[in-house]
């Protein structure tokens, strides 16, 4: 059966992510798509990270009434309307005009936690206002004097959560950077004449406004070096690889609230930062984009959830498309499932109403997916409902 992915401007025809996608690519220049959808080296993480969920199959009951179903679960002390957030994506004005804000009001509106980039392009005072759930998220930088600015900052804003990416110490190796720029943030002749193909993108973004700037860099940069270039070589140039254990317990000593680690793979790891206090994890590779040929978060997650506990927060990203993906996660541990580029194609497509339909997509199809189970209720969501597979990860634990 042949499929067509909808590219159409009625974003209520759209129905699953891979139509936004489509759409998204009608309308971004070839270097944003790039950006969005690129990974490192190889890209084998990249392919995994969508590969292993596809590789999990349902074990559904039957005979079971669902009439009434409730995709509704505590997220910390809160109750949230869904068991997922939307992840910390850096540079989304980049995608849409002011993103970080569009993101953060379908957040708010969908009832759902919005974590906001360190490198977005937005104020975090200003994502704060929206009245979203609102997380940071932060690098650790060499200057951590500049860096107590701004997790005061967040804590005056009502921030709930600080997340810190630990993966970065070095750059990941993304080919399509070089590929696609003469000089850093001057693009080649290929991508400039690609550029003059897409002039809605031109009009929402480049000729009123300019290219975006990041607006949280304020006490490492003045603002009037806060352009995209200025930072693409001053995050080169500031990101720490001398970060340790003991830069996180720096932080948790230093912020009151909850604290989380982004970047966790290993259940030595998990455990190291359950016994320091911090307050949860995400295991996470970085979307693919920083060590290639690493396993895909949701391989690892059994064992780091035997290995931790139940009551530990551990939260799941990296290659969520489906509703159904989130179900899956919960099945085998998660409390948590994060939307990184599932999002940003809605946003890419259309802005808010964009971001909006995303989240509706995967709202419908998590429902669905739970009923078509024999559930109501997504606490009833446990191993019994997945199918041993052949993957030894999971062998070892289902």
């Known amino acids: 059966m042949l499929r067509y992915p909808y590219t159409g401007r009625d974003l209520a025809k759209a129905q699953n ?3 936004l996608a489509a759409r998204a690519a009608k309308r971004l220049p070839n270097f944003c798509m790039e950006y969005l959808e690129g990974g490192a080296d190889d890209e084998l993480t990249l392919r995994r990270n969508r590969e292993a969920f596809q590789a999990i199959e349902f074990r559904p009951r039957t005979l079971v009434d669902i009439t009434r179903r409730s995709l509704r679960t505590k997220i910390f002390e809160h109750s949230s309307s869904l068991p997922l957030a939307i992840a910390p994506t850096g540079f989304n004005g980049l995608l849409s005009h002011q993103g970080d804000l569009k993101l953060a009001l379908a957040a708010r509106d969908a009832d759902i936690p919005f974590i906001q980039s360190m490198v977005s392009t937005l104020p975090l005072e200003l994502i704060a206002e929206t009245g979203v759930r609102h997380w940071m998220h932060l690098y650790l930088f060499k200057n951590r004097d500049n860096l107590k600015g701004i997790i005061e900052r967040a804590r005056k804003a009502g921030c709930e959560a600080l997340v810190i990416t630990t993966d970065t110490s070095i750059i990941g190796n993304r080919e399509w950077d070089k590929r696609n720029y003469r000089a850093p943030m001057k693009l080649n002749a290929r991508n400039l004449a690609h550029l003059a193909t897409r002039p809605g993108w031109i009009w929402d973004i480049l000729i ?3 290219m975006p700037k990041f607006c949280n860099l304020g006490d490492f940069l003045p603002p009037e070096k806060a352009s995209a270039k200025n930072a693409a070589t001053f995050l080169t140039q500031e990101i720490d690889p001398s970060l340790n254990w003991q830069d996180i317990q720096w932080l948790r ?5 909850k604290l989380l680690i982004k970047g966790i793979l290993a259940s030595e790891d998990a455990l190291l930062a359950k016994e320091l206090g911090v307050d949860g994890i995400f295991l996470s590779n970085h979307g693919g984009r920083q060590l290639d040929s690493v396993p895909s978060p949701i391989d690892v997650l059994p064992e780091i959830r035997q290995a931790v506990g139940e009551d530990f927060f551990v939260a799941v990203d990296g290659g969520l498309r489906r509703g159904s993906d989130v179900i899956k996660a919960l099945c085998l541990g998660a409390d948590l499932v994060t939307s990184g580029r599932a999002t940003l194609y809605g946003l890419a497509a259309g802005g808010r109403k964009g ?44």
Not at 358 to 387: F, P, V, W
Request: charge should be negative; aromatic fraction near 6%; proline fraction near 5%.
């Open 17 to 19: 992510i891979e139509d």
């Open 253 to 257: 000593d230093l912020w009151p609230g």
């Open 355 to 398: 971001a909006k339909r995303a989240l509706e997509i995967l709202t419908s199809e998590m429902d669905r997916t739970l009923g078509l189970l024999g559930c109501t209720q997504l606490e009833q969501l446990n191993k019994s409902y997945l199918m041993p597979t052949t993957r030894v990860q999971y062998q070892k634990t289902l």
């Open 208 to 210: 009123p406004h300019g």
